[in-house]
């Protein structure tokens, strides 16, 4: 049972566009909600995470968009770069220390 | 600071074999995680360790068991492995069980014949 649904599956971007990737979440015991950047053969890595109190976290070009009413949270990339190029994966947990609950991923290629 | 590396990257083995897979965890962190990564899917949580005992565990059998050592380096054993256990296991550690995020390694590769 997938906890975290996680759209669109690809997305394609031009140098210098916005990247925007949504999740949604059924679980409201979920108080930490994290999005992984993963390239090809490596691990995931942190890129920036979210708490329920908070509409909105900025870090640098990364966004964070959270809607506890609709359950739903989004990163949206700004200025886009070819080396964005990589799987984005939303996660949710019951804390930011426990088990975390991935969605299934977004492929995104940045075009030069 | 050293982050959190696995041994061996890839591994071959046979329908019906064990295997063991090894994590030594970032320095100072004394939680560590493993997860399932199959091709083209977001990872899928195992089992957590904390001090040394299994704090959490995902939909997984029995037969995924783990270990965490004193200097929180920990193990995966996989005992009878099938086909469909073909995949990256990635090891995550972080600082306590409610606190930081997790630092993954880069996984092992493993392919089941």
């Known amino acids: 049972q997938q906890q975290v649904k996680q759209s669109p599956q690809s997305l394609i971007v031009q140098k210098g566009g916005i990247s925007i990737i949504n999740c949604a979440y059924e679980n409201t015991a979920f108080d930490y909600f994290p999005w992984y950047q993963q390239f090809p053969g490596k691990g995931p890595a942190l890129l920036i995470a979210i708490r329920p109190d908070v509409s909105e976290k900025k870090e640098g070009r990364f966004t964070i968009s959270f809607n506890k009413s609709a359950k739903q949270f989004s990163l949206h990339i700004m200025d886009s770069q070819p080396g964005d190029s990589a799987t984005y994966f939303c996660?949710?947990?019951?804390?930011?220390?426990?088990?975390?609950?991935f969605g299934k991923g977004t492929s995104l290629l940045v075009t030069p | 600071e050293t982050g959190v590396t696995q041994s061996p990257t890839h591994l071959i083995k046979t329908r019906g074999q064990q295997v063991t897979l090894r994590c030594s965890s970032q320095s100072g962190h004394n939680t560590v995680s493993w997860y399932q990564q199959a091709l083209g899917q977001g990872p899928q949580f195992i089992f957590q360790?904390?001090?040394?005992?299994?704090?959490g565990r995902g939909n997984f059998p029995p037969r995924f068991s783990g270990l965490q050592f004193p200097n929180y380096s920990s193990e995966l054993n996989v005992n009878a492995l099938e086909l469909d256990d073909s995949a990256l296991y990635l090891c995550a550690s972080s600082l306590g069980t409610t606190t930081g995020g997790y630092t993954f390694g880069s996984g092992t590769r493993l392919t089941v014949v």
């Open positions: 360790y904390y001090r040394e005992e299994e704090n």
């Open positions: 996660a949710a947990s019951i804390n930011s220390g426990y088990a975390l609950n």
